[in-house]
């Protein structure tokens, strides 16, 4: 099981887009946070469990978060108030 550590991306302020793997199983505190030009999340794994606080913290208002279909449901309470605002979406793959 892979794991993107607590302020793995932290702060990274001309990050745009990201891609996690097939193996992802857990996505730390802060890890995106303060990446104000993060557009797009595309989730490759169906093993994600666990998403730490403030994950999503400033991300772009109008980011994108693309995961697998069979678990969007899931994955929606998962990414639900972990820093994102309102207006990101959540979409299946």
């Known amino acids: 099981m892979k794991t993107i550590g607590d302020k793995a991306f932290y702060g990274c302020k001309k990050l745009s887009a ?20 993060l557009k797009k999340i595309t989730v490759k794994s169906v093993k994600l469990k ?6 999503l913290s ?6 994108v978060i693309r995961v697998p279909a069979q678990k969007l449901s899931a994955y929606k309470k998962l990414f639900k108030g972990k820093g994102q605002k309102k207006t990101v979406v959540i979409k299946k793959n």
Request: glycine residues 18%; aromatic residues 4%; positive net charge.
């Open 18 to 37: 990201v891609t996690l793997g097939k193996n992802v199983a857990t996505i730390g505190a802060q890890a995106f946070g303060g990446d104000a030009a």
């Open 50 to 55: 666990k998403t730490g606080t403030k994950a």
């Open 58 to 63: 400033g991300i772009h208002k109008k980011a």
